[in-house]
């Protein structure tokens, strides 16, 4: 500020004359002043990190220099066999209507095939000094050609080992008489949200690219497979980076980066290390996985449902049906039982279990904890070996008399059962809902099959009539239901 503008200043506040912008600035500087000052407002420290706190941040540079030699970048062949016209990929800038489209339609034929050979990236890391490396199973599926290339830039022709697609993870091999880098496997299962990770592949060709983020979730389902339970991380993820490791701050390998959003940004997905750790040592030593089996159809356990069959805690997987002659079977587990640990390990939700279970050695024997009508109880079960596909039985039902709710019933005779292709003749058959009434508007549908009413048994048109009757209008009504390809229900409605 020049010496002029000071004494023009100075002469406007004496004679009052400051305007109001020049007010507000001298009152922003004053402020500012006492925050400054020892004791006034604020400390100055305040407003600017603090060097002991950028002295905690990690120190991804050291990781990744101790990490990344076990890192490889994998590059594959495939044949894609009739891959389209020949020249499909020529099309002009107007599109089908194009005359350079109409030429080769003309010159080699509408119906010409080809086959063409699709080069992939993917990436992987080296757990096992004698060549085996965890990668992606949709990295090397169906590859002819895998080619491994090292931080070295060392390069090696790899096989595969084994292929699980359930959880999309391969193992495959090189042979090198070279003392290998390994990479360290840790606990998932003490991984936090908010923990800081690092991911480090392949993106887009791009060998040996870091990037670093935190956990931003655990246990996702986003809909890949039966055993979904995905690290979610903010940590750049990009195509190529599939198969790669996600690191913590101890070095160690906590996940293996696996699936992106396509149109998100910042979020990844990575297999958790403690669910690859079984099926990776299966793959090495068989080059198949093997499951267990308790032979149960589940679900999960909603609320009304929980409360209906008097489930403390209000978790657990409900037992809908139960394959005769398989190992639930043999150790009595009944549907409508609930399941609410497997040795001691707590099971929540029908996905628990389905994890739990899959874990366990085919033979083994385990205690399965489950609520029966209100009460504790503790069984047996020597786990099978879970069928390749158990695949899920298709159950049709065709209408075949009409009460106060609206609702059209019918027996359900062994004979019916058969055709339905249902595991027991229990309880009676819902042929009709009549438009606006009581059970429509409950939610009763055609084919349900109703179980029991306020905890009674039904198994008859005659139990129904029965039951109804000893029921006053207005009181509460639970309809304990069978639904096709759905399981138990309860309905709650009023009579």
């Not at 399941?339 to 739990?356: A, M």
């Amino acid at each position: 500020m020049t010496r002029k503008n000071k004494r023009y200043i100075r002469r406007c506040l004496q004679a009052g004359q400051v305007s109001l912008h020049l007010k507000t600035v001298f009152l922003g500087l004053s402020l500012l002043l006492i925050g400054l000052a020892p004791g006034g407002i604020g400390e100055f420290s305040s407003l600017v990190t603090p060097a002991h706190a950028l002295q905690n941040l990690p120190n991804f540079s050291d990781l990744a220099e101790q990490v990344s030699p076990a890192v490889v970048n994998i590059r594959t062949v495939k044949t894609i066999k009739g891959g389209g016209r020949v020249f499909r990929h020529f099309q002009g800038p107007f599109g089908d209507n194009d005359s350079m489209d109409e030429f080769f339609k003309r010159f080699f034929g509408e119906e010409q095939q080809r086959d063409f050979k699709q080069r992939s990236l993917g990436s992987g890391f080296i757990f096992d000094k004698a060549g085996f490396i965890v990668t992606n199973n949709h990295v090397v599926e169906d590859a002819e050609e895998i080619r491994v290339i090292l931080k070295n830039e060392k390069e090696y022709d790899a096989e595969v080992v084994g292929r699980d697609a359930n959880t999309d993870l391969a193992l495959i091999k090189i042979k090198t008489p070279d003392d290998l880098p390994v990479a360290v496997l840790g606990d998932s299962d003490t991984l936090k949200i908010g923990a800081w990770v690092m991911a480090i592949g392949s993106p887009f060709g791009l060998e040996h690219t870091v990037t670093a983020g935190i956990v931003s979730a655990k246990g996702r389902v986003i809909g890949s497979g039966p055993y979904d339970d995905f690290i979610q991380t903010d940590a750049s993820i990009n195509p190529g980076n599939s198969g790669g490791p996600l690191i913590n701050l101890a070095g160690q390998v906590v996940g293996i980066n696996t699936a992106i959003v396509a149109r998100g940004q910042g979020i990844g997905f990575a297999i958790p290390i403690n669910l690859a750790k079984g099926i990776i040592a299966q793959l090495k030593d068989s080059g198949s996985v093997t499951r267990g089996w308790l032979g149960v159809t589940i679900n999960d356990l909603p609320e009304d449902m929980a409360e209906y069959l008097n489930v403390p805690g209000g978790e657990g997987a409900l037992v809908v049906d139960v394959v005769a002659g398989d190992p639930a079977d043999k150790a009595g587990i009944q549907p409508k039982d609930v399941i609410v640990g497997i040795d001691g390990k707590p099971v929540t939700s029908s996905r628990d279990l389905t994890g739990i279970v899959a874990g366990i050695q085919v033979g083994d024997k385990v205690a399965v904890e489950l609520i029966r009508n209100g009460k504790s109880k503790t069984v047996r079960v020597k786990v099978g070996k879970r069928p390749s596909d158990p695949g899920s039985v298709s159950r049709k039902f065709t209408p075949q008399a009409e009460d106060e709710l609206g609702l059209t019933l019918t027996e359900l005779t062994e004979e019916a059962a058969r055709r339905f292709n249902l595991p027991e003749a229990t309880g009676i058959l819902v042929e009709g809902v009549e438009k606006e009434s009581k059970a429509e508007n409950a939610g009763i549908l055609v084919g349900d099959i109703i179980r029991e009413i306020n905890h009674q048994a039904i198994n008859s048109i005659t139990d129904y009539h029965q039951v109804m009757e000893d029921i006053k209008d207005g009181d509460a009504l639970q309809f304990f239901v069978w639904r096709p390809n759905a399981g138990f229900l309860v309905i709650k409605l009023t009579k």
